[in-house]
């Protein structure tokens, strides 16, 4: 099976422009969680789909936000960027499920780098 | 801190020498995970271990499981300068779907 894909791997934007991140799942995968990772903050988790619903969600503000496609894809889109958002940006992928207890184990793609100058 | 702590925060050995990573959590959980991660890239799934469960090997690894002291242990045995990478625990609580709680990695340096 193809592993998770992100697409674009680098992106440099300006401050107070927005971005959209694309991260495409293991095939049959049905849950996409989305990390941000920095080297002050280390792994932080943003927010996570199951089919096309936001079931979890991180503590960021309202700039991040993200959606699920019926296919399992998913986006997630910052606004009005600002310099702390840069950062190294991972989306995983998992079978995910009703069941809360069901191991929750994640494959992740190669991440976005944003730089916001 | 929810989050999996790990310890040593940095590691440094030479090839050939078995490498431990300890990893600490604070709540009850479904599973604990690990992961490598090489520089700048993305994480890299080594292995699951369930929370009834006590020991697990995947090649070189070996990792453990003590839910009485919510400790969990990496060993990678037999370094080699390809693991040379963050080695980070992250604990699946089973109630906060979708969602694992990471620690700040171990950075490992295994010398030639």
């Known amino acids: 099976k193809a592993g998770v894909t992100q697409t674009p791997r680098y992106l440099i934007k300006t401050r107070g422009q927005q971005v959209t991140l694309s991260c495409s799942p293991i095939?049959?995968?049905?849950?996409v969680s989305w990390y941000q990772q920095t080297p002050g903050q280390g792994l932080q988790f943003l927010f996570e789909y199951f089919s096309e619903t936001q079931r979890n969600k991180g503590n960021f503000p309202g700039r991040f936000s993200g959606r699920q496609f019926s296919n399992s894809r998913s986006e997630m889109n910052v606004s009005t960027l600002e310099l702390g958002d840069s950062a190294l940006y991972l989306c995983?992928?998992?079978?995910?499920?009703?069941?809360?207890?069901?191991?929750?184990?994640?494959?992740f793609g190669p991440g976005t780098r944003l730089t916001v100058l | 801190s929810q989050q999996g702590e790990e310890d040593p925060q940095a590691l440094s050995i030479q090839e050939g020498e078995n490498a431990t990573m300890n990893c600490s959590y604070k709540t009850s959980i479904n599973n604990l995970q690990w992961y490598r991660q090489n520089s700048g890239r993305g994480l890299v799934h080594l292995i699951l271990?369930?929370?009834?469960?006590r020991e697990k090997h995947s090649g070189r690894l070996r990792v453990t499981l003590d839910t009485s002291k919510k400790s969990s242990s990496l060993l990678i045995t037999a370094s080699r300068a390809a693991d040379t990478a963050s080695y980070f625990c992250a604990v699946d609580r089973g109630s906060t779907l979708g969602r694992l709680y990471f620690g700040r990695g171990t950075q490992l340096t295994v010398w030639p």
């Open positions: 995983a992928s998992s079978l995910g499920g009703g069941r809360i207890l069901v191991a929750n184990e994640q494959f």
């Open positions: 095939s049959g995968h049905r849950s």
């Open positions: 271990i369930r929370s009834n469960e």
